[in-house]
T-cell receptor
Framework: AQKVTQAQTEISVVEKEDVTLDCVYE???????LFWYKQPPSGELVFLIR??????QNEISGRYSWNFQKSTSSFNFTITASQVVDSAVYFC????????????FGTGTSLTVIP | NAGVMQNPRHLVRRRGQEARLRCSPM?????VYWYRQLPEEGLKFMVY????????ESGMPKERFSAEFPKEGPSILRIQQVVRGDSAAYFC?????????????FGDGTRLSIL
């Protein structure tokens, strides 16, 4: 079973629009961590954020914000006023404390920001 | 550059040859993870190693694949008798601890192409 689901395969927005990338996860652990990574066209993976299961506070970092809701097992990522440089594939990942140290990645959402 | 270093960046092999992928973790990190990313897919965990020990190899194919992380030197992912299906991007990640809480810092990946 897929532990992390990113249902949106591809999204295109026009520059300056806001966009939300969805992430739904599945775990039986009470302690777990959620992450978002960005993979630009150059291919490297860039860490964006980590959130633990006990902290449901939303977080904002510049144009980026994250909405963590345990009730719906979701950890959505919003980019405000999108820019062309935001074009990338974005991956959501889950790490379970009890389940070992591997990260479970979603299949990614490819975001294209059109100028 | 104090980040995770992977080499080579690109590797081309013919079917039946061996591929060796190298990964030097970030300074101070003793936990190394290998992931495979097939085209248009997310990252799949392969193996987790600490110095001289394989901790979790649940994601490694049973045949032809092996990994090591010696006391001295980089971690090596070795693929023997490569086949076309091995073509993928292979990412290495490192973390200072293996408790799943720490973000894994990724290298730029090795793109393996099998002719």
């Amino acid at each position: 079973a897929q532990k992390v689901t990113q249902a949106q395969t591809e999204i295109s927005v026009v520059e300056k629009e806001d966009v939300t990338l969805d992430c739904v996860y599945e775990t039986r652990d009470t302690t777990y961590y959620l992450f978002w990574y960005k993979q630009p066209p150059s291919g490297e993976l860039v860490f964006l954020i980590r959130r633990n299961s006990f902290d449901e506070q939303n977080e904002i970092s510049g144009r980026y914000s994250w909405n963590f809701q345990k009730s719906t097992s979701s950890f959505n990522f919003t980019i405000t006023a999108s820019q062309v440089v935001d074009s990338a594939v974005y991956f959501c990942a889950l790490s379970e404390v009890a389940g070992g140290n591997q990260f479970y990645f979603g299949t990614g959402t490819s975001l294209t920001v059109i100028p | 550059n104090a980040g995770v270093m992977q080499n080579p960046r690109h590797l081309v092999r013919r079917r039946g040859q061996e591929a060796r992928l190298r990964c030097s973790p970030m300074k101070g990190h003793s936990h190394v993870y290998w992931y495979r990313q097939l085209p248009e897919e997310g990252l799949k965990f392969m193996v987790y190693l600490q110095k001289e020990n394989i901790i979790d190899e649940s994601g490694m194919p049973k045949e032809r694949f092996s990994a090591e992380f010696p006391k001295e030197g980089p971690s090596i992912l070795r693929i023997q008798q490569v086949v076309r299906g091995d073509s993928a991007a292979y990412f290495c990640a490192s973390s200072p601890r293996g408790d799943g809480n720490q973000p894994q810092h990724f290298g730029d990946g090795t793109r393996l192409s099998i002719l």
